[in-house]
């Protein structure tokens, strides 16, 4: 018996190969891919900005980037004795303002030059829900725990998100003309927002994505949300907060990532640094043996071969002192 219900996988034209770059940017759930891609050995810029959880906010991150656009003192604001950025994730903190501005600098450098030697974009979409200052009514990615009573709460439009993207993809493509685009929606659940007010804001995500990818052959859909909520129908595959997908679950939805995206050279790449880990991991009851020393020494010779983009240094540097407390 049956009890799910199958969300195939998509059709694609993206085949990342190992040497591949790619960006990620977006909900929390762009972290997750874009670790186990990291784990995979693949070179991912993985959410630099922080979690970014609705389109506008996303999609200006990315211009100001490629714009190289100034940090703008009158988006700092310091909370608890730390500055952050209204634009930005609290992830994105620093003690100073000076300090904040240096810091927000080097990481639009940073995803400039990603995009530009970048094979793949992944934006992932959280919410349709924005917040705009009272103040000056301009929009914001994080409120940072000021006062609701400082924003004016809105939802986009399909039409506002459709039409921010068209601005944004020619410098995309003007920047890395074979960059290819993959949306997904997070499937997440923003219940702060209320059930029902939470698939209205999913659904005009799902709608707004499937008008551009439909108009733009560089742009796909990764059915993230769909494989959650109908493959993964039960509370079993979410974690604790009933909120968030559960580490098996996204192990699952990434398989069907890494099924449906990863070349087959790709795919042997992730399984060969994926068990070179794991044995850098191992720790044996005796490692003065002299099996466990060979078994180091044919680990770290599997490591040396592999290619310069895939950094070890972690795995090799622990395996190299366990071996050199044994030596005489």
């Known amino acids: 018996m049956n009890l799910t219900t199958a969300v195939p996988n998509p059709t694609t034209n993206i085949s990342l190969q190992p040497a591949d770059k790619v960006l990620t940017i977006g909900s ?5 891919t874009g670790s186990r891609l990291q784990e995979g050995g693949f070179q991912v810029l993985s959410n630099p900005y922080g979690p970014l959880y609705n389109p506008a906010s996303v999609f200006n991150a990315l211009s100001w980037a490629m714009d190289e656009h100034p940090i703008q003192v009158h988006d700092l604001v310091e909370v608890q004795s730390v500055w952050r950025h209204f634009h930005f994730h609290s992830d994105c903190a620093e003690l100073s303002k000076e300090a904040l501005i240096d810091k927000l600098t080097k990481i639009q450098r940073q995803v400039k030059k990603q995009i530009l030697e970048s094979k793949l974009l992944i934006i992932t ?3 349709a829900f924005v917040y705009y200052r009272k103040s000056d009514q301009q929009l914001v990615g994080n409120c940072h725990k000021i006062p609701a009573k400082a924003f004016d709460r809105k939802m986009l439009t399909i039409a506002q998100i459709t039409s921010e993207f068209e601005k944004l993809l020619p410098k995309i493509k ?3 003309p074979d960059i290819q685009v993959l949306f997904s929606v997070s499937p ?4 702060k927002d209320g059930a029902v ?3 209205k804001s999913k659904a005009i995500l799902k709608l707004a994505v499937d008008e551009i990818v439909s108009q733009h052959s560089c742009c796909e859909y990764f059915p993230t949300f769909e494989i959650m909520m109908d493959e993964l129908r039960d509370y079993r595959y979410y974690a604790d907060d009933l909120t968030h997908p559960s580490h098996l679950a996204e192990e699952i939805i990434y398989d069907r990532f890494k099924a449906t995206y990863l070349s087959a050279s790709a795919q042997a790449q992730v399984r060969l640094v994926g068990n070179l880990k794991k044995a850098a991991r191992h720790r044996p009851f005796f490692p003065q043996t002299p099996e466990h020393q060979k078994f180091i020494r044919t680990t770290l010779s599997k490591m040396a071969a592999l290619p310069n983009h895939i950094d070890l240094s972690a795995e090799i540097q622990s395996l190299k ?3 050199e407390k044994f030596l005489t």
């Open 28 to 32: 929390c759930f762009a972290e997750v």
């Open 125 to 127: 979409l959280g919410t």
């Open 174 to 176: 003007n920047l890395q």
């Open 188 to 191: 997440v659940r923003h219940l």
């Open 197 to 199: 007010q939470n698939s």
């Open 321 to 323: 002192a366990q071996q």
